[in-house]
């Protein structure tokens, strides 16, 4: 092969093109070639698994490009796409949106049953936007507090124990100023 400024000559067709001419190797395109598959290919990759078969009527990306008579490298490129982690996270946000209140009071009902430290924590960031070391002052009204049902659950010598350590940790608190 011979390389004469930007032209490139074969020796077997001796046929010449420009450099420009020969097709790009691992470039993700700027737009993809079917727009509106792309778009659906988004909410497909965004959606759940267990409610892909449900809306879409296939469960995998290979059955997602069988169906839209696409082949899968296609789906590989529109993945590597700069703007797709974006798109699906904009797809995945609509899909929740109508689902938050009750994923909300599910967590709810769970703390009040389990009261775990990781559920409360998220409920806080949710709810209150709170962030590590930040510190939330007041109560918290309810008619079920789990923790009083504990503290009746103990023999008084051990309720009395567990109701000053936690009397420390409060005066401790304040005055640390956490």
Do not use: C, H
Not at 11 to 22: A, G, L, N, V
Not at 32 to 58: H, L, Q, T
Not at 126 to 155: A, C, F, Q, S
């Amino acid at each position: 092969m011979v390389i004469k400024r930007n032209k490139v000559m074969t020796e077997e067709k001796k046929e010449i093109t420009t450099e420009s001419q020969e097709k790009p190797r691992n470039r993700v395109p700027d737009k993809p070639y079917k727009k509106g598959d792309y778009k659906e290919f988004v909410k497909f990759y965004a959606m759940p698994s267990a409610y892909k078969r449900e809306k879409f009527d296939v469960g995998t990306e290979t059955e997602f490009a069988k169906l839209k008579e696409l082949s899968p490298e296609t789906l590989t490129e529109w993945k590597k796409r700069k703007e797709f982690e974006n798109d699906v996270d904009i797809q995945l946000a609509k899909w929740g949106a109508d689902k938050t209140p009750d994923v909300l009071a599910a967590l709810f009902r769970t703390i009040l049953k389990d009261g775990k430290a990781s559920e409360v924590k998220l409920w806080l960031q949710y709810i209150k936007r709170w962030k590590e070391g930040m510190v939330l002052e007041g109560t918290i009204e309810t008619n079920e507090n789990p923790l009083i049902e504990l503290l009746d659950k103990l023999d008084e010598p051990t309720r009395n124990k567990v109701i000053q350590g936690l009397k420390a940790n409060r005066e401790a608190r304040k005055r640390s100023d956490i």
